[in-house]
């Protein structure tokens, strides 16, 4: 399904499109407008949505595998997605944010109820969560980005994520403090990733953050 300018129902609002009403295909919806569409209800597909601009839907957003958008994403319910959600500008959901892969924004993420990402959860910057935050299987209340020298650092209430490695707090200190522990960090590396040359890198870094 396209979304366009001669999209049945869609008004000029303000500045925006507007639609009343929920929008729903079994199949992709692609939303070719340039302005922000506003949905007076649920946007829903079984398989992707993807938009130029801005989302916003009083209802839900959800779909089966992904969600882009080139400006915001907005949801007074939930946002949902099989496989990512990723927006240039920010995450928004007046309920839960829960996707089977990544969660990705330019600028902020927050939401009311939980945020969930089977991978990784990337904000460039705030990420506020009413309820928990889950990111790789680990579950926290809390979730911060530092810039690493290689990598961005993840670090939840009891663990750290650098690159594709997400270990305890307890479990990093001890490979710092180890005297075996370059070796050790060396064998987190592999053809496609330095991962444990960054956490050696940033070891003192990384210590300070243990203690967050």
Known sequence: MIIDKNYPGLK?????????GDIVCKEDIKID???HLFINGSIIAGRSIS??????????????????????????RRIESGILIRAEGSIRAGGWIISGGLISAGISIKARGSIEAEGTIMAGGLIKSGGLIRMSGVTSTSLRIVVGAIYPIWVMDTHIKIGCHIKSKSEWL????SPNGKDIANTLDSDRT??????WQERALIAALCSY
């Open 12 to 20: 000029i609002v303000y500045k925006k499109y507007y639609f009343d």
């Open 51 to 76: 938009a130029d601009g801005a989302i916003s839907a009083d209802g839900a957003i959800s779909a089966g595998g992904t969600i882009s958008a080139g400006g915001t994403i907005e949801a007074g």
């Open 33 to 35: 407008l340039n302005l």
């Open 194 to 199: 330095t991962c444990g040359t960054e956490m």
């Open 174 to 177: 001890e490979i710092i403090s």
